[in-house]
């Protein structure tokens, strides 16, 4: 079991910057890679960046150039950096720890946490 917590997320003006934040516990030894999605309202879950154990990195087009992903792995933690925001990267981030264990994969989720960016 891993659990994940976000932090960071709230209200920008178009052009801002946030930095979010995701702490992970429990068998976090396991974790192969994290990442974050975003969901808008009416629209589907969508990946947004991921990051593996070994620093390998994959961003959606949408965000490539603006978004950086991080990880610390002496503290479990995956960070998004977020510059030139955008009104259309509104939406609720969550971030996602992928496991294998038994060349089984194992996914899990936090809460979510609401970026607003106004224009």
């Known amino acids: 079991q891993v659990q994940l917590v976000e932090s960071g997320g709230g209200l920008v003006q178009a052009g801002g910057s946030l930095r979010l934040s995701c702490a992970a516990s429990?068998?976090?030894?396991?974790?192969?890679?994290m990442g974050w999605y975003r969901q808008a309202p009416g629209k589907q879950r969508e990946l947004v960046a991921t990051?593996?154990?070994?620093?390998?990195?994959n961003y959606a087009d949408s965000v490539k150039g603006r978004f950086t992903i991080s990880r610390d792995n002496a503290k479990n933690t995956v960070y998004l950096q977020m510059n030139s925001l955008k009104p259309e990267d509104t939406a609720v981030y969550y971030c996602?720890?992928?496991?294998?264990?038994?060349?089984?994969?194992?996914?899990?989720w936090g809460q979510g946490t609401q970026v607003t960016v106004s224009s």
């Open positions: 990051i593996t154990t070994s620093g390998s990195t």
């Open positions: 429990g068998s976090s030894f396991e974790i192969n890679a």
């Open positions: 996602n720890a992928k496991l294998i264990i038994a060349l089984r994969e194992y996914y899990y």
